[in-house]
T-cell receptor, first 109, second 114 residues
């Protein structure tokens, strides 16, 4: 059974600080990695995807991928209260997405 | 903008009833998915479809069936609802090779089976 693991949290971060979210996966053959954000009572929406080892930056968000260690992370710089949400990591495996259970992030003003 | 709509936001049914959940997408996507989301368990794939009249089982297909008669519409059927099917049901669609591209989600249907 392919797995994606995330710390459920909640992760509490002061406003303006860097939030660091981590995800590990079991399938060494995984090629695509996604971070989705889900506000309470809403459906998931894509923040970023990454395919290659290293960092990918988009505004305040940076995705980091390390295939050798089988982890992917999401950094949120200058955290805002509007970033408070559950962040879902999803990893491709045999043309399906395997989802982590999500990390709840709370940004404290 | 991609739009995925689901027939109901909230649904309450009784044990043994047949339940239909409908999903419609307006972006001509090849792939459509049905998930259920439960606290602490994340999203679990029930069924997906990569073409009209085609369907593939996901991780938890037992107790469910699906229908895709038109490209834009993907229906989830609970043949005989049970209390352990109380959950949030999310429909999603994507283009290209299934599982490799962004999935767009509908607003979800919260189903309660009494």
């Amino acid at each position: 059974q392919k797995e994606v693991e995330q710390n459920s949290g909640p992760l509490s971060v002061p406003e303006g600080a860097i939030a660091s979210l981590n995800c590990t996966y079991s399938d060494r053959g995984s090629q695509s990695f996604f971070w989705y954000r889900q506000y309470s009572g809403k459906s998931p929406e894509l923040i970023m995807f990454i395919y290659s080892n290293g960092d990918k930056e988009d505004g305040r968000f940076t995705a980091q991928l390390n295939k050798a260690s089988q982890y992917v992370s999401l950094l949120i710089r200058d955290s805002q209260p509007s970033d408070s949400a559950t962040y879902l990591c999803a990893v491709t495996s045999n043309y399906q997405l395997i989802w982590g259970a999500g990390t709840k992030l709370i940004i404290k003003p | 903008d991609v739009k995925v709509t689901q027939s109901s936001r909230y649904l309450v049914k009784r044990t043994g009833e047949k339940v239909f959940l409908e999903c419609v997408q307006d972006m001509d996507h090849e792939n459509m998915f049905w998930y259920r989301q439960d606290p602490g368990l994340g999203l679990r794939l029930i069924y997906f479809s990569y073409d009209v009249k085609m369907k593939e089982k996901g991780d938890i297909p037992e107790g469910y069936s699906v229908s895709r008669e038109k490209k834009e519409r993907f229906s989830l059927i609970l043949e005989s609802a049970s209390t352990n099917q109380t959950s949030m049901y999310l429909c999603a669609s994507s283009q290209g090779l299934a599982g490799t591209n962004e999935q767009f989600f509908g607003p979800g249907t919260r189903l309660t089976v009494l």
